[in-house]
Antibody, heavy 120, light 109 residues
Framework: EVQLVESGGGLVKPGGSLRLSCGAS????????MNWVRQAPGKGLEWVSS????????WHADSVKGRFTISRDNARNSLYMEMKSLRVDDTAVYYC?????????????WGQGILVTVSS | EIVLTQSPGTLSLSPGERATLSCRAS???????LGWYQQKPGQAPRLLIY???SRATGIPDRFSGSGSGTDFALTISRLEPEDSAVYYC??????????FGQGTKLEIK
């Protein structure tokens, strides 16, 4: 069974930093593109970042470019998001998501989400 | 930048009826990279449709997708109370890498 478990969320002040982690199990982690998608309270889905299976390619939304960095450790079956210079509008539930079929462009499996609150 | 606009914002229907949800793109999207997700309150999204018309694993055949170019639709036939959710369309491949529509809320009366 595919499982994705996010951790590392919490309350942080504007300008602060946070590191999200996502532990994966139940599949061969190194074969799949991984994504972070967020959802602000009461709002829709917003793609944040993606990383190719071999970490060669990373992509970030303009809203987080230069502030967030996605990475992965295939030996540890883990996905990460380093978040710096956090702003109030970064407050959201952050989902770790696995590509449905490898590198298809669709998120077929999702974690339960982790809340990041940026507030003074 | 591709913008996806979904309509209507909210749809209220009765069990057994058919729902048609629209997703319009600001520029042409390859059918290969247009998908639909369902999200119920307090839950993560679930992939329903990929490639504009292919059902993901385990999705009942009441759910179907169609369209091409800039106009796409998700149709849910024989509505059931459990279909109450927010539905999002998503494109992949054009800048930005992924784009979601703003969502359509489906209420089953």
């Amino acid at each position: 069974e595919v499982q994705l478990v996010e951790s590392g969320g919490g309350l942080v002040k504007p300008g602060g930093s946070l590191r999200l982690s996502c532990g994966a199990s139940g599949f061969t982690f190194s074969r799949y593109t991984m994504n972070w998608v967020r959802q602000a309270p009461g709002k829709g889905l917003e793609w944040v970042s993606s990383i190719s299976p071999d970490s060669v390619h990373t992509w970030h939304a303009d809203s987080v470019k230069g502030r967030f960095t996605i990475s992965r450790d295939n030996a540890r079956n883990s996905l990460y998001m380093e978040m710096k210079s956090l702003r109030v509008d970064d407050t959201a539930v952050y989902y770790c998501a696995r590509d449905a079929y490898g590198e298809s462009g669709y998120s077929g499996y999702w974690g339960q989400g982790i809340l990041v609150t940026v507030s003074s | 930048e591709i913008v996806l606009t979904q309509s209507p914002g909210t749809l209220s229907l009765s069990p057994g009826e058919r729902a048609t949800l629209s997703c319009r793109a600001s520029q042409s999207v390859s059918v290969t990279y247009l998908g639909w997700y369902q999200q119920k309150p307090g839950q993560a999204p679930r992939l329903l449709i990929y490639g504009a018309s292919s059902r993901a694993t385990g999705i009942p055949d009441r759910f179907s997708g169609s369209g091409s170019g800039t106009d796409f639709a998700l149709t849910i036939s024989r509505l059931e109370p459990e279909d109450s959710a927010v539905y999002y369309c998503q494109q992949y491949g054009s800048s930005p890498l992924y784009t979601f529509g703003q969502g359509t809320k489906l209420e089953i009366k």
